[in-house]
C-alpha cells in the first residue's frame, strides 16, 4: 500500500513563501501537488516526472512554485514562493504506478491519480 503524508502547511501573508514536504513509502516515477479551494475541484499545480527530471505546472502558479524529490529522504516538495489569496487550499500530493513519461504531465486527469495523502492546509491572507 502506498502511504502519503503531506506537512508544512499553514497561514501567510500575500507575497510570503512556504514549503510544504509530502513524505512516501514508495518512490513512484511521477508525483504531483494538487490544491482544493472551497467550492472548488481539486486541480493539479504542478507535476514531477523524476527521471529527466520533468515538471510541469499550472499557468496560475508558473514562475512563483517548484517541485523537487530528495529521494534520500524519500520527500516531495513544493515551494511556493509570492503567495496570493487565490493560493488558499488544501494541498494534497498524489501519484500513481505505471505511468509513462508523456502522460506525467499538469493535464493527466484528476481521477487518473490512485494514491493521495491527507492534505495540507494553506491560508493565505491579503
Known amino acids: 500500500q502506498v502511504q502519503l503524508m503531506e506537512s508544512g502547511g499553514g497561514s501567510v501573508q500575500s507575497g510570503g513563501s512556504l514549503r510544504l514536504s509530502c513524505g512516501y513509502s514508495h518512490g513512484m516515477a511521477c508525483m504531483a501537488w494538487f490544491r482544493q479551494a472551497p467550492g472548488n475541484e481539486r486541480e493539479a499545480v504542478a507535476v514531477l516526472y523524476t527521471v529527466g527530471p520533468k515538471t510541469s505546472f499550472a499557468d496560475s502558479v508558473k514562475g512563483r512554485f517548484t517541485i523537487s524529490q530528495d529521494s534520500a529522504k524519500n520527500t516531495l516538495y513544493l515551494q511556493m514562493n509570492d503567495l496570493k489569496p487565490e493560493d488558499t487550499g488544501i494541498y494534497y500530493c498524489?501519484?500513481?504506478?505505471?505511468?509513462?513519461?508523456?502522460?506525467?504531465?499538469?493535464?493527466?486527469?484528476?481521477?487518473?491519480?490512485?494514491?493521495w495523502g491527507q492534505g495540507t492546509q494553506v491560508t493565505v491572507s491579503a
Open positions: 498524489a501519484t500513481d504506478w505505471d505511468v509513462k513519461w508523456n502522460t506525467c504531465n499538469i493535464g493527466r486527469p484528476t481521477g487518473e491519480w490512485r494514491y
